[in-house]
């Protein structure tokens, strides 16, 4: 199938009428898609090292933040 392909997009170069390009499919996470930075997954990080967050310290508070980013 990949040789019929090639051969196709080869003749459509020839052609002038078309030119071959790569085109990425992004396939569905489950989470991490209708947030900014991701899924606010309750994890606190000691010494380095990710914990889960009690039930008990649930819910979790974040801070306040004036303006939100890229950066």
Same mark, same amino acid.
């Given at each position: 199938?990949?040789?019929?392909?090639?051969? $196709?997009?080869?003749?459509?170069?020839?052609?002038?009428?078309?030119? @071959?390009?790569?085109?990425?499919?992004? @396939?569905? $996470? $489950?989470?991490? @898609?209708? @947030?900014?930075?991701?899924? *606010?997954?309750?994890?606190?990080?000691?010494?380095?090292? $990710? =914990? *889960?967050? %009690?039930?008990?310290?649930?819910?979790?508070?974040?801070? =306040?933040? %004036?303006?939100?980013? *890229?950066?």
């Amino acid at each position: 199938m990949k040789d019929a392909i090639d051969v $196709a997009v080869n003749k459509i170069e020839e052609l002038g009428i078309g030119i @071959r390009k790569v085109n990425y499919k992004m @396939r569905d $996470a $489950a989470f991490s @898609r209708q @947030r900014y930075w991701g899924e *606010p997954f309750p994890i606190k990080w000691i010494d380095g090292i $990710a =914990h *889960p967050l %009690d039930e008990s310290e649930l819910p979790l508070t974040l801070p =306040h933040v %004036d303006k939100y980013g *890229p950066g």
